[in-house]
Nanobody, 123 residues
C-alpha cells in the first residue's frame, strides 16, 4: 500500500525559508510523478508544483522563482524548498503521488495523498 508522509512544516517569519519533505513507501519513486498542493483556511486545495519521473518541473505562478521541487529517488523522497516566504503562503501543504507510472500527477485519477503539514508565515 502506498503511503506518503510529509514533514518540515512550521512557523517562519516573512522572508524566511522552509524545506518540506515527502517520504513515500509501498513502491519505488522513480517511475512516478509527484506534486505539492496547498490549502489555506476557508479555501480550496491549490496546485503548487509538480515533478515528472524525468525531472521536469512545473510551478504555480504564485510561487515561481521562490519554490523549488526536487526528488531523490534513492531516498524515495520529494522535497519542496520554499524561499522568500510570504504570509499568503500560509496553508496546509499536501504531497501527492500519481496513481499510474509515467503519467502526469495532474492528470491521473485516484492519486495518493499525504496527511499534510502546516506552514505558517508571520508578517
Amino acid at each position: 500500500q502506498v503511503q506518503l508522509v510529509e514533514s518540515g512544516g512550521g512557523v517562519v517569519q516573512a522572508g524566511g525559508s522552509l524545506r518540506l519533505s515527502c517520504l513515500t513507501s509501498g513502491r519505488t519513486l522513480s517511475s512516478y510523478s509527484m506534486g505539492w498542493f496547498r490549502q489555506a483556511p476557508g479555501k480550496g486545495r491549490d496546485f503548487v508544483a509538480r515533478i515528472l519521473w524525468s525531472g521536469t518541473t512545473t510551478y504555480a505562478d504564485s510561487v515561481k522563482g521562490r519554490f523549488t521541487i526536487s526528488r531523490d529517488n534513492a531516498k524515495n523522497t520529494v522535497y519542496l524548498e520554499m524561499n522568500s516566504l510570504k504570509p499568503e503562503d500560509t496553508a496546509v501543504y499536501y504531497c501527492t503521488a500519481s496513481s499510474r507510472p509515467y503519467q502526469d500527477v495532474l492528470l491521473t485519477p485516484n492519486n495518493y495523498w499525504g496527511q499534510g503539514t502546516q506552514v505558517t508565515v508571520s508578517s
